[in-house]
C-alpha cells in the first residue's frame, strides 16, 4: 500500500504558474507508474498528465500540452505538475494516483486502473 499527499495548490491569477507536489509513502515508489487527474465541480475526474516507473514515457491531455510538464523524484519518493499559462478552466480539484506495474515505460490514463489517490488540492485560477 502506499499514501498519497498533494501539495502547492492555491488561488493564482490567469497565466501564473504552480508546482504541485505529490509524496508518496509505504511501498517502493519506482513499482508505480503516477498520474495526475482533476475534477472540476459538478464534472467528471479527467485525466491530465502521467508519468512512467523510469520516467521515460509521459503523456498528457490535449488542454494541458504545452502548458503542463510531469515530473518525478524517486529518491524523493515525489510526483510533481509544474503548471504554466494557468487559465479559468484549469480550476479543480487535483488529485494523483499511484499504479503498481511491472512495466517501466507505460503510463495510465484512465482513473479505473489506478489502486491508490490523494486527497487532492485545489488549484483556483481567477481571470
Known amino acids: 500500500q502506499v499514501q498519497l499527499v498533494e501539495s502547492g495548490g492555491g488561488l493564482v491569477q490567469a497565466g501564473d504558474s504552480l508546482r504541485l507536489s505529490c509524496a508518496a509513502s509505504?511501498?517502493?515508489?519506482?513499482?508505480?507508474?503516477m498520474g495526475w487527474f482533476r475534477q472540476a465541480p459538478g464534472k467528471e475526474r479527467n485525466f491530465v498528465a502521467s508519468?512512467?516507473?523510469?520516467?521515460?514515457?509521459?503523456y498528457y491531455a490535449d488542454a494541458v500540452k504545452g502548458r503542463f510538464t510531469i515530473s518525478r523524484d524517486n529518491a524523493k519518493n515525489t510526483v510533481y505538475l509544474q503548471m504554466n499559462s494557468l487559465k479559468p478552466e484549469d480550476t479543480a480539484v487535483y488529485f494523483c494516483?499511484?499504479?503498481?506495474?511491472?512495466?517501466?515505460?507505460?503510463?495510465?490514463?484512465?482513473?479505473?486502473?489506478?489502486?491508490?489517490w490523494g486527497q487532492g488540492t485545489q488549484v483556483t485560477v481567477s481571470s
Open positions: 509505504g511501498r517502493t515508489f519506482n513499482n508505480y507508474a
Open positions: 494516483a499511484a499504479d503498481p506495474t511491472f512495466l517501466w515505460s507505460t503510463v495510465v490514463l484512465t482513473p479505473k486502473e489506478y489502486d491508490y
Open positions: 508519468i512512467s516507473r523510469n520516467s521515460g514515457t509521459t
